[in-house]
């Protein structure tokens, strides 16, 4: 089958499945199968293609994040590898690392504490732009340990990991950062949330926990839809300030921080 073939029915398949991107996720799966980038499928459409692409289709039909799919994901500079043993790292989750780096300027050899280190995204992201800092991550599952190790060896990254939850805050830090579980349920969300580790994201009052328990300078929180307002109160309750509220690309209220 051609390319061009092969993408048109995959955006069949997909959008008749409720993808919400067929297209786009259509043509990413077709160039990672064929080893191009999205722009290079048009440059050859013609192009034969085998059928190794058809159970990755079938896959991200079934509603299995892309990102299990491919088996990598972008996250800022880095490309890492994904699979269930953590959350996919998502675009929003990208301004948490920015918010930390802002926060940081100005600060030689920063201790860094990452909770729910998950795949690594977020500590291997800061030291990849901070190669200085000591960064560290923890977290309860060792599936997800053992998923950030793969992806600091891969990456050529040093980060320490350890098996961990939030008491680790209280050893003393420049900075603690956290996506930590949100979500109260599933029910009514996208179904691709159903093939994520169900506890990284479901859970309630960590925010808080976390807030009363870092021994640090700053804190840095993800947050889901809504609960900005009142995470920002918990901070201040708990002895922060200048706690600010910064919206993702779409401006929804993402990261809660404040400093001591």
Known sequence: MKLRDALE????????AGVDTPRVDAELLLAHVAGTTRSGLYADLDREIDGSWEPL????????????VLGEWGFRRLLLKTDPRALVPRPETEIV?????????GTDTPRLLDIGVGSGAIALALKDERPDALVVGVDVSDDALA????????????????RGDVEVASEGWELVVSNPPYVDT???LQPELHHEPANALLGAGFHETIARTARTRFLVL????????EVASGLK????????????LAGIDRVVEGRR
């Open 9 to 16: 029915a995959a955006e069949r398949t997909l959008a008749s």
């Open 57 to 68: 289709l079938e896959r991200r039909a079934a509603r299995e994040p892309l990102a299990y």
């Open 97 to 105: 690392v920015e918010r930390c780096l802002a926060l940081l300027e």
């Open 147 to 162: 998923l950030a190790s793969e992806n600091a060896r891969r990456l050529g990254l040093e980060v320490e990991l350890r």
């Open 186 to 188: 599933l029910d009514g």
């Open 222 to 229: 993800e947050v889901g839809d809504g609960q900005a307002d």
């Open 237 to 248: 309750e708990a002895g922060y300030d200048e706690v600010t509220i910064t919206p993702d």
